[in-house]
């Protein structure tokens, strides 16, 4: 809220900021663990995608040169569950830069290929605070709303960032920084108006008046399409197969109608999907994941927990689908 108010100083058109808080915290099937996630909505404020990013770059300076020592033993607990939790990765910006659409609130997550179903964790609604500013002086938080105050369609309102088309940005003054917080995604945001061309390069002018462009090679129709390569990776589990059936189903969320046992085997697969698999065989305690590499990379994720690798015959083989 202090950063906030920082970037926005109270004015006559500008005296309180409210804050809409959900709550998506669950299991991550993606990255096999548990994942707190928490969307921050300041539904007063109307920005673009290039002050979006440079808010969150201040934040995120703000969090890292605190001397704030609660934040401080925060920042040492929440590294002590996962050095990946660095406050860069906390305040993400992939929903400023990411191309694959952006959640609604009271909207659950699916998994990606191979389990593309709901992860159970929808944003919930948490509460709407209230940061004010008395007398030049930062005012406790005020909880003006708690989750049963307001209708579900009330929170999808008051929750949405989308502004129509030409919607005044809020007034706001820019933060001074020497240097902005790393990216998580490789599609940079220019400020509006920003060539494509990199400082302290010059376009070479041609007779038709633009680089040249080499153009696309087109497609043979007689060409055969490429084998897309099949990658299996061996692990190992202990237990029995109606164990190993209980973890899939508590732990990873797997679903009982893609799998199929007997006394000696479990395999699971995706109705559809030929690729990706999971086979545990009882007599050798062997799990085999198999399918596309960004199929096994989910699928090793979500059953890490409870498989271990297996001893010196380990390995990863590499085929092709027909």
């Given at each position: 809220g202090k950063a906030m108010w920082e970037m926005y100083p109270p004015s006559d058109t500008l005296k309180i900021l409210d804050l809409v808080v959900f709550d998506s915290t669950g299991y991550s099937k993606l990255k096999g663990v548990m994942k707190t996630s928490i969307r921050l909505v300041w539904s007063g404020l109307t920005v673009d995608k290039e002050r979006a990013l440079r808010i969150r770059d201040f934040v995120v300076h703000k969090f890292k040169s605190t001397v704030d020592e609660e934040i401080k033993a925060l920042e040492a607990r929440i590294l002590g569950y996962n050095k990946d939790n660095q406050w860069h990765s906390i305040?993400?910006?992939?929903?400023?830069?990411?191309?694959?659409?952006?959640?609604?609130?009271?909207?659950?997550?699916?998994?990606?290929?191979?389990f593309k179903k709901p992860e159970k964790r929808p944003f919930k609604p948490v509460g709407v605070f209230r940061f004010a500013f008395e007398d030049g002086v930062f005012q406790d938080p005020e909880v003006i709303c708690e989750k049963e105050g307001l209708r579900p369609d009330e929170w999808m309102k008051i929750?949405?960032?989308?502004?129509?088309?030409?919607?005044?940005?809020?007034?706001?003054?820019?933060?001074?920084?020497?240097?902005?917080?790393?990216?998580?995604?490789?599609v940079s945001a220019m400020p509006p108006g920003a060539s494509g061309v990199p400082r302290g390069q010059t376009k070479v002018r041609t007779h038709g008046g633009s680089d040249p462009v080499t153009p696309a090679r087109r497609k043979d129709p007689q060409q055969q399409p490429r084998k897309e390569k099949l990658t299996q990776i061996e692990r190992e589990f202990t237990g029995?197969?109606?164990?190993?059936k209980q973890r899939l189903l508590e732990q990873a969320g797997f679903s009982e109608e893609d799998m199929e046992q007997d006394?000696?085997?479990?395999?699971?697969?995706?109705?559809?999907?030929?690729?990706?698999?999971?086979?545990?065989?009882?007599?050798?305690?062997?799990?085999?994941?198999?399918?596309?590499?960004?199929q096994c990379k989910s699928l090793l994720n979500v059953i890490s927990a409870f498989v271990k690798t297996a001893g010196e015959s380990t390995r990863s083989t590499t085929g092709y689908s027909t």
């Open positions: 305040f993400g910006d992939s929903i400023y830069l990411n191309k694959n659409g952006i959640r609604m609130p009271l909207c659950d997550r699916t998994s990606p290929a191979p929750g949405s960032i989308r502004k129509e088309m030409g919607s005044p940005i809020t007034e706001w003054t820019a933060p001074k920084l020497s240097e902005r917080a790393p990216r998580s995604c490789a029995t197969v109606a164990e190993f006394d000696t085997k479990l395999v699971w697969s995706r109705a559809g999907d030929s690729a990706a698999r999971v086979e545990f065989r009882a007599g050798s305690k062997r799990v085999y994941i198999s399918g596309q590499g960004h």
